[in-house]
């Protein structure tokens, strides 16, 4: 199955300011997504992102909230813009070269904002 | 849009004891996954499950889907203080969007 590394493991950052979170994958795959867990709350999907175009948001997710990247077939970024104590949580990037063997995850990015 | 339920939302139990999590769907399963959390760490995928009736095994964990793909269990027999963590069900469709149910959190106490 793929590996994802992604960075940083953790930020503290002031409100009104941004974080770009990056998810490097060890193979290329199609589809990338990005996903919040609150505090005591189950993964959100925020996006799926795909090379070469425009990346798709659920319900309730902005672009220019968390503005996607998707440069190549092996890595995408996550930002978290004009943050607010509300966007205090865990971001994890996921892909599924093989949806059968499972939807592999980023070990996540746990963001504070104060 | 897909809803899953998951049963309980915490669960105690003492080393060497047999449990089950359930995970229920608002709308037949197209794919069913179960995943382990480890506290502010990311998602161990256990087992995926498709077909009516399927079961799966992995050591001493063990996913099962109802006939009618709306429901699951995750048993795990024999549990130890390695099994602890937060138990998740999601769902996919073929539009490949991961929905999870809420969680369940098991301590083992040695």
């Known amino acids: 199955s793929a590996v994802i590394s992604q960075k940083p493991s953790r930020d503290i950052c002031q409100r009104g300011t941004s974080l770009t979170i990056q998810c490097q994958v060890d193979?290329?795959?199609?589809?990338m997504f990005w996903y919040r867990q609150q505090p005591g709350q189950s993964l959100t999907l925020i996006a799926t992102?795909?090379?070469?175009?425009?990346?798709?948001?659920e319900s309730g997710f902005v672009i220019d909230k968390f503005p996607i990247s998707r440069p190549n077939l092996t890595f995408s970024t996550l930002t978290v813009s004009n943050m607010s104590p509300e966007d205090s949580s865990i971001y994890l990037c996921s892909v599924a070269p093989q949806r059968t063997k499972g939807y592999t995850f980023g070990s996540g990015t746990r963001l504070t904002v104060v | 849009s897909q809803e899953l339920e998951q049963s309980p939302q915490s669960l105690i139990v003492q080393e060497g004891k047999n449990l089950t999590i359930n995970c229920t769907s608002s709308?037949?399963?197209?794919?069913l996954y179960w995943y382990k959390q480890k506290y502010g760490e990311g998602l161990i995928f256990l087992m995926m499950l498709q077909k009516g009736g399927e079961e799966k095994s992995h050591e001493k964990i063990t996913a099962k889907l109802d006939e009618k793909k709306q429901q699951s269990s995750l048993h795990i027999t024999a549990s130890q203080p390695s099994h602890a963590g937060i138990y998740l069900c999601?769902?996919?469709?073929?539009?490949?969007?991961?929905?999870f149910g809420k969680g369940t959190l098991l301590t083992v106490n040695p």
């Open positions: 992102a795909n090379q070469g175009s425009e990346a798709t948001y």
């Open positions: 999601g769902a996919d469709g073929r539009n490949y969007k991961l929905t």
């Open positions: 709308k037949t399963l197209y794919g």
């Open positions: 193979s290329q795959v199609t589809m």
